[in-house]
């Protein structure tokens, strides 16, 4: 007597496809959860631009931090709070009249691209929001 081929579900069928659909949530996740990346410059260590910042002339860095001051005269000057606690650091940026990096706005979370001048005062090259 012959027997009667299987009509129920495929197993392997079904175990790959659960596979590849949790590939996706997560590759998903990942894409929507991820932080962009910074710049390719060494990230600047703050006690050294508090201390001599005449040192670092010519010098880029990268510095994240939150948007705490925004002063606009000629070109405006925005003060950035690096790190959390109970002594924060805080870094002076001049950011210059052509400067195209878009709206910066205060308390967001930003990460510039900085040169310091022969002053010693950094300027933004660069900025992304976080």
Known sequence: MARRASSGINTQTLLL??????????????????KPKGFDAPVLEIAQALENSRSLSGNK????????????????????????????????IKVPADFQ???LNKHD?????IEFNTDGLAVALDVKQL
């Not at 979370?109 to 691209?113: I, K, M, S, V």
Request: charge should be neutral; glycine fraction near 14%; aromatic fraction near 10%.
């Open 109 to 113: 979370q930003y990460t510039f691209l």
């Open 61 to 92: 860095y990268q510095i994240t931090g939150k948007l705490i001051d925004r002063r606009i005269e000629v070109a405006s000057l925005v003060t950035l709070q690096v790190g959390e606690g109970s002594h924060p650091d805080f870094l002076s």
């Open 101 to 103: 990096g878009g709206n």
């Open 17 to 34: 496809g659960l596979i590849l659909i949790s590939v996706l949530l997560g590759s998903g996740y990942w894409l929507l959860t991820r």
